[in-house]
């Protein structure tokens, strides 16, 4: 089943005034990490948005996939595969960063690629970067239209 843009942008609007965002005081946490430099944000809210909305309106076939890391979260940690996108990927703007499976990898390239959405592979696996962190940076993948996080390389 092919989705159309029409429909993606209208899944688009509505979810992205529906996507709960983190609390105040999250909110202040994370500023502060930025303002730091602790944290280099990558993707914004409505490119979150529209990975919700393809990833809602995907072929059954494709049965896609997410697990991720918080910025809270302790080293190391990430959640376990979980397929629910409509409520288990809030808040988005607290996300280090999610992995996506599905049935075809070239998929979710396509659809990534479509949207403009940066990601990497971190052994074998697509992830999307919501923050970097200082340090070597990902290998981006797609960087469409940016803006991108500072490139701190060494």
Not at 31 to 56: C, D, F, I
Not at 84 to 97: S, T
């Amino acid at each position: 089943m092919e989705i159309s843009e029409r429909h993606v942008t209208r899944l688009c609007k509505w979810d992205s005034k529906a996507m709960p965002r983190p609390t105040d005081e999250d909110m202040k946490r994370l500023s502060a990490m930025v303002q730091r430099g602790e944290l280099y944000p990558a993707l914004n809210h409505t490119k979150w948005a529209k990975l919700r909305a393809e990833m809602l309106a995907a072929p059954v076939e494709q049965h896609p996939q997410f697990r991720g890391r918080s910025v809270f979260a302790p080293p190391g940690f990430c959640t376990a595969w979980d397929g629910e996108f409509y409520y288990h990927l809030h808040p988005v703007a607290e996300w280090e960063w999610i992995e996506l499976q599905a049935a075809s990898a070239q998929w979710l390239q396509e659809v990534l690629k479509r949207h403009g959405i940066p990601y990497s592979v971190e052994a074998g696996v697509i992830r999307v970067w919501g923050y970097t962190r200082p340090g070597p940076q990902p290998d981006w993948r797609e960087r469409g239209d940016g803006p991108w996080p500072k490139s701190n390389a060494v």
